[in-house]
């Protein structure tokens, strides 16, 4: 029985690869040799050409899971879109869940065009597949999900159509969203589509214990706080609000939540460094979904910045006063930033050189030594960018961390318990 088992798998296998023709190359070949990878449990993965490493990486990293197929973007000479599947990534997709990898993005002329990928997505259906898992990292309307006066239009609405229109295979496709801007954004997303928020905040607190010494989380607005507050409660993690309040033309920020114990924390620490004793450094993580300008975020470290130091000279009045490199001693800043815009103006492309000049002049790097940055490559070409920008030399070198969504996604698809999806309470 179990020669005829073999016998009949051979002649299956045989069978595929006289269907494939002479079109598969060593490793395609040498995939189709193993029985496991035949199975239909497996994800076949596309993606746009911004997230071929990506896909590339979470192949090389689970292959028992994974199959990577191909799509050639190219344009006929006309300019219009001209898309192709090879015999093999067809052959693949009949039965099984597809993984693509998308990268909507307005101010990149040269990414993968939006519509070709909408295009596409809208194809797959036909081939069989069994199911359709979208995984779209960024979400770039997500910030204008809200109507204010007649004749705005809320583009995250709009958006959300795009997925909802995508015929599906046999079941709801699934839409995956890192640190979506909007909570109330998964009410846009119906008929063909199933929306998954997907959080960082899990890798987040990786990094906080992997710090020594007190840790503190701050928002830097209250749409911040509403994302994650309920995530420090489960994870027991301190946080402080930096709420933005207006009084007519002026606009104040007001600091609630843990303030007093870091302040109680510091004043402690700065009596054990003035008696020469070991401190561990107060380690304050600035958490929020997305940067543009950088206007928020750099207000929150000088305004939180000057409101620690005054508290802290306050609890001094026998004492000698605080100085500067007793307070770089005593507190080090970090920003989570998940998503990096840092766009220049409605018709450039970020550069280099333009984006230095945000993190100089509007996150105060040059003023503030113990600030770092530490974002992911959910926008790959702005990613790739900052990876440069701390190898070069000047005020940022090393000050500057990227991190892969890959792990986060391995996790999101062989785990049951991933701690990236948003948690029950």
Same mark, same amino acid.
């Given at each position: 029985?179990?020669?005829?088992?073999?016998?009949?798998?051979?002649?299956?296998?045989?069978?595929?690869?006289?269907?494939?023709g002479?079109?598969?190359?060593?490793?395609?070949?040498?995939?189709l040799?193993?029985r496991?990878?035949?199975?239909?449990?497996?994800?076949?993965?596309l993606?746009?050409?911004?997230?071929?490493?990506?896909?590339?990486?979470?192949?090389s990293r689970?292959?028992?899971l994974?199959? *990577?197929?191909?799509?050639?973007?190219?344009?006929?000479p006309?300019?219009?879109p001209k898309?192709f599947l090879?015999?093999?990534?067809?052959?693949?997709?009949?039965?099984?869940?597809?993984?693509?990898?998308?990268y909507?993005?307005?101010?990149?002329? $040269?990414?993968?065009n939006?519509?070709?990928?909408y295009?596409?997505?809208?194809?797959?259906?036909?081939y069989?597949?069994?199911k359709?898992?979208i995984?779209l990292?960024?979400?770039?309307?997500g910030?204008?999900e809200?109507?204010?006066?007649?004749?705005?239009l809320?583009?995250?609405y709009?958006?959300?159509?795009?997925?909802n229109s995508?015929?599906?295979?046999?079941?709801?496709?699934?839409?995956?969203v890192i640190?979506?801007?909007a909570?109330c954004?998964?009410?846009?997303?119906?008929?063909n589509?199933?929306m998954?928020?997907?959080?960082?905040?899990?890798?987040?607190?990786?990094?906080?214990?992997?710090?020594?010494?007190p840790?503190?989380v701050?928002f830097?607005?209250?749409?911040?706080e *509403?994302?994650?507050?309920?995530l420090?409660?489960? $994870?027991?993690?301190?946080?402080i609000?930096?709420?933005k309040?207006? !009084?007519?033309d002026?606009?104040?920020i007001?600091?609630?939540?843990?303030?007093t114990?870091?302040?109680s924390?510091?004043?402690?620490?700065?009596?054990?460094?003035?008696?020469s004793?070991?401190?561990?450094?107060?380690?304050?993580?600035?958490?929020?979904?997305l940067?543009?300008?950088?206007?928020t975020?750099?207000?929150?470290?000088?305004?939180?910045n000057?409101?620690? *130091?005054?508290?802290?000279?306050?609890?001094?009045?026998?004492?000698t006063?605080?100085?500067?490199s007793?307070?770089?001693?005593?507190?080090?800043?970090k920003?989570?930033?998940?998503?990096?815009?840092?766009?220049?103006t !409605?018709?450039t492309?970020?550069?280099i050189?333009s984006?230095?000049?945000?993190?100089?002049?509007?996150?105060n790097? $040059?003023?503030?030594?113990?600030?770092?940055?530490?974002?992911t490559d959910?926008?790959?070409?702005?990613?790739n960018?900052?990876k440069?920008? $701390?190898? !070069?030399?000047?005020?940022?070198?090393?000050?500057?961390?990227?991190i892969?969504?890959?792990?986060?996604l391995?996790?999101?698809?062989?785990d049951?318990?991933t701690?990236?999806i948003?948690?029950?309470?």
């Amino acid at each position: 029985m179990a020669s005829k088992r073999i016998s009949n798998y051979k002649r299956k296998k045989s069978l595929i690869k006289k269907q494939l023709g002479g079109i598969l190359n060593a490793d395609q070949l040498a995939i189709l040799g193993n029985r496991n990878e035949l199975s239909l449990d497996k994800y076949v993965i596309l993606s746009c050409r911004e997230f071929e490493p990506l896909a590339q990486s979470l192949v090389s990293r689970a292959p028992s899971l994974f199959i *990577k197929g191909n799509v050639t973007w190219t344009k006929y000479p006309d300019g219009t879109p001209k898309m192709f599947l090879d015999e093999y990534t067809v052959k693949m997709l009949r039965g099984r869940h597809i993984i693509y990898l998308a990268y909507f993005s307005f101010n990149e002329p $040269n990414s993968t065009n939006i519509l070709s990928q909408y295009m596409l997505l809208s194809s797959l259906a036909s081939y069989g597949i069994n199911k359709l898992h979208i995984i779209l990292p960024y979400y770039p309307t997500g910030t204008m999900e809200r109507i204010q006066i007649e004749g705005e239009l809320g583009t995250g609405y709009y958006l959300a159509h795009f997925f909802n229109s995508i015929p599906c295979g046999n079941s709801k496709n699934e839409l995956y969203v890192i640190d979506m801007h909007a909570l109330c954004t998964r009410f846009f997303f119906h008929t063909n589509v199933k929306m998954t928020f997907v959080t960082m905040f899990a890798k987040y607190v990786q990094i906080i214990n992997a710090n020594q010494g007190p840790s503190f989380v701050v928002f830097p607005d209250d749409g911040a706080e *509403k994302r994650n507050k309920q995530l420090c409660e489960i $994870n027991k993690v301190d946080f402080i609000t930096c709420a933005k309040k207006r !009084d007519k033309d002026e606009r104040t920020i007001q600091i609630t939540g843990s303030l007093t114990k870091v302040i109680s924390t510091a004043h402690t620490n700065l009596q054990k460094l003035r008696n020469s004793e070991k401190i561990d450094t107060i380690n304050l993580f600035i958490m929020d979904d997305l940067i543009q300008t950088g206007g928020t975020a750099g207000n929150t470290i000088v305004e939180l910045n000057d409101a620690l *130091k005054t508290k802290l000279n306050e609890q001094l009045v026998k004492e000698t006063p605080l100085d500067d490199s007793e307070w770089h001693q005593l507190i080090k800043y970090k920003l989570l930033i998940t998503h990096s815009i840092l766009p220049v103006t !409605d018709s450039t492309e970020p550069t280099i050189t333009s984006v230095k000049s945000i993190f100089i002049e509007k996150l105060n790097f $040059n003023s503030i030594p113990n600030l770092d940055f530490v974002t992911t490559d959910t926008r790959p070409n702005m990613a790739n960018m900052l990876k440069q920008i $701390n190898r !070069d030399e000047g005020p940022l070198k090393g000050r500057i961390t990227v991190i892969s969504i890959d792990d986060i996604l391995l996790s999101i698809f062989t785990d049951i318990n991933t701690p990236y999806i948003t948690p029950f309470k």
